[in-house]
Nanobody
Framework: QVQLVESGGGLVQPGGSLRLSCAAS????????IGWFRQAPGKEREGVSC????????YYADSVKGRFTISRDNAKTTVYLQMNSLKPEDTAVYYC????????????????WGQGTQVTVSS
């Protein structure tokens, strides 16, 4: 059974940094494109970033470009989202997701996702 677990969220001040982690069980995470999404109260779920499994190419929403970096460890067991220069509007629950078969970010859908990790940016 495919299962994703997010971790690394917390409370930080504006301008601070966090690194989120996404670990998988039931499938080999490194074989598939992995996306990060976020959802704030009263708002729609928003795509944040994605990493291809085929060549490691990465993609970012305009709102986070230059501040967030997605990466994968050497063992391909974990995908990270490094979040720098955090703003209050980044406050949300962050989820990682995949469909378990797509290798490219242009086709992957969020069929499988975890419980999320809370990120709060406040002074």
């Amino acid at each position: 059974q495919v299962q994703l677990v997010e971790s690394g969220g917390g409370l930080v001040q504006p301008g601070g940094s966090l690194r989120l982690s996404c670990a998988a069980s039931g499938f080999t995470l490194g074989y598939y494109a992995i996306g990060w999404f976020r959802q704030a109260p009263g708002k729609e779920r928003e795509g944040v970033s994605c990493i291809n499994s085929s060549d490691g190419s990465t993609y970012y929403a305009d709102s986070v470009k230059g501040r967030f970096t997605i990466s994968r460890d050497n063992a391909k067991t974990t995908v990270y989202l490094q979040m720098n220069s955090l703003k209050p509007e980044d406050t949300a629950v962050y989820y990682c997701a995949t469909d378990g078969y797509s290798v490219g970010c242009d086709e992957v859908t969020d069929q499988y996702w975890g419980q999320g990790t809370q990120v709060t940016v406040s002074s």
